[in-house]
Protein backbone atom coordinates (compact mmCIF):
# COMPACT_ATOMS: atom_id res chain seq x y z
CA UNK A 1 0.00 0.00 0.00
CA UNK A 2 1.10 3.32 -0.93
CA UNK A 3 -0.79 6.25 1.23
CA UNK A 4 -0.82 8.91 -0.66
CA UNK A 5 -1.98 11.43 2.33
CA UNK A 6 -3.22 10.94 6.08
CA UNK A 7 -6.37 12.60 7.49
CA UNK A 8 -8.04 12.31 10.34
CA UNK A 9 -11.45 13.00 10.26
CA UNK A 10 -13.69 14.57 13.70
CA UNK A 11 -17.14 14.87 13.54
CA UNK A 12 -18.94 17.35 15.68
CA UNK A 13 -22.30 18.84 16.04
CA UNK A 14 -20.29 22.55 16.90
CA UNK A 15 -17.94 23.31 13.80
CA UNK A 16 -17.53 27.15 14.48
CA UNK A 17 -16.12 26.15 18.35
CA UNK A 18 -13.89 23.58 16.99
CA UNK A 19 -12.51 25.44 14.02
CA UNK A 20 -11.42 28.69 16.28
CA UNK A 21 -10.22 25.37 19.12
CA UNK A 22 -7.84 24.13 15.99
CA UNK A 23 -7.30 27.06 14.32
CA UNK A 24 -6.51 30.65 16.51
CA UNK A 25 -6.36 28.45 19.63
CA UNK A 26 -4.02 25.92 18.81
CA UNK A 27 -2.49 27.85 15.98
CA UNK A 28 -2.90 24.93 13.55
CA UNK A 29 -2.33 26.57 9.66
CA UNK A 30 -6.04 26.40 7.78
CA UNK A 31 -6.22 24.67 4.47
CA UNK A 32 -8.02 26.78 2.20
CA UNK A 33 -8.68 24.37 -0.88
CA UNK A 34 -11.14 22.55 1.10
CA UNK A 35 -14.93 23.40 1.59
CA UNK A 36 -14.92 21.65 5.39
CA UNK A 37 -12.74 23.49 7.86
CA UNK A 38 -8.87 21.47 7.70
CA UNK A 39 -6.19 22.14 9.38
CA UNK A 40 -2.40 21.20 8.23
CA UNK A 41 -0.03 19.11 10.79
CA UNK A 42 3.40 17.61 10.28
CA UNK A 43 2.37 17.09 6.52
CA UNK A 44 -0.92 15.26 7.75
CA UNK A 45 -4.80 16.60 7.76
CA UNK A 46 -7.32 17.52 10.77
CA UNK A 47 -10.70 17.54 8.92
CA UNK A 48 -13.51 18.75 10.65
CA UNK A 49 -17.03 17.57 9.36
CA UNK A 50 -20.31 19.05 10.59
CA UNK A 51 -22.20 15.91 10.65
CA UNK A 52 -25.95 15.27 11.35
CA UNK A 53 -25.14 11.87 13.10
CA UNK A 54 -22.70 13.04 15.55
CA UNK A 55 -24.09 15.48 19.36
CA UNK A 56 -23.14 16.77 22.52
CA UNK A 57 -19.84 15.46 23.70
CA UNK A 58 -17.76 12.13 22.82
CA UNK A 59 -18.09 9.48 25.32
CA UNK A 60 -15.04 8.04 25.59
CA UNK A 61 -11.97 11.01 25.40
CA UNK A 62 -9.64 8.84 24.90
CA UNK A 63 -10.35 6.66 22.26
CA UNK A 64 -8.43 9.02 19.85
CA UNK A 65 -6.46 11.26 20.78
CA UNK A 66 -4.60 13.58 18.42
CA UNK A 67 -0.58 13.91 19.58
CA UNK A 68 1.24 17.20 18.49
CA UNK A 69 4.92 16.57 18.54
CA UNK A 70 6.47 19.85 19.42
CA UNK A 71 9.80 21.31 20.63
CA UNK A 72 8.89 22.54 23.27
CA UNK A 73 5.29 21.54 24.93
CA UNK A 74 5.86 23.84 28.39
CA UNK A 75 6.00 26.87 25.75
CA UNK A 76 3.31 25.82 23.28
CA UNK A 77 0.75 25.15 26.29
CA UNK A 78 1.40 28.62 28.27
CA UNK A 79 0.90 30.05 23.96
CA UNK A 80 -2.21 28.06 24.17
CA UNK A 81 -3.83 28.68 27.12
CA UNK A 82 -3.03 32.42 26.43
CA UNK A 83 -4.88 32.15 23.22
CA UNK A 84 -7.80 31.07 24.91
CA UNK A 85 -8.23 31.12 28.77
CA UNK A 86 -11.39 28.95 28.44
CA UNK A 87 -9.39 26.14 26.98
CA UNK A 88 -9.78 22.78 29.01
CA UNK A 89 -6.96 21.10 30.32
CA UNK A 90 -7.19 17.66 31.02
CA UNK A 91 -3.35 17.61 32.39
CA UNK A 92 -0.42 20.35 32.45
CA UNK A 93 2.48 19.69 30.82
CA UNK A 94 4.24 16.88 33.01
CA UNK A 95 7.72 14.89 32.49
CA UNK A 96 7.31 10.98 31.91
CA UNK A 97 8.89 8.33 32.95
CA UNK A 98 10.61 7.81 29.53
CA UNK A 99 11.74 11.47 29.88
CA UNK A 100 9.46 12.96 27.31
CA UNK A 101 6.91 15.93 28.54
CA UNK A 102 3.38 15.41 27.79
CA UNK A 103 0.29 18.15 28.41
CA UNK A 104 -3.06 17.10 27.49
CA UNK A 105 -6.13 19.64 26.28
CA UNK A 106 -9.58 18.91 25.21
CA UNK A 107 -11.24 20.26 22.31
CA UNK A 108 -14.45 21.65 22.39
CA UNK A 109 -16.09 18.08 21.95
CA UNK A 110 -14.27 16.58 24.66
CA UNK A 111 -11.34 14.76 22.45
CA UNK A 112 -7.61 14.34 23.64
CA UNK A 113 -5.52 16.70 21.91
CA UNK A 114 -2.21 15.74 23.57
CA UNK A 115 1.28 18.17 23.08
CA UNK A 116 4.50 15.82 23.18
CA UNK A 117 8.32 16.24 23.36
CA UNK A 118 10.29 13.55 22.81
CA UNK A 119 13.59 13.50 24.54
CA UNK A 120 16.25 14.65 23.00
CA UNK A 121 19.17 12.83 21.76
CA UNK A 122 22.17 13.33 23.68
Do not use: C
Amino acid sequence: MEVRELTIMVGTDQIEAMTRFYGPTLGLERVAKFRDPVFEAAGGFIRLLDHSDISGPTLEPARMQINLFVDDVSSEFRRVVSADPDVRIHRRPERESWGGEVATLLDPDGNFVQLLELVADE
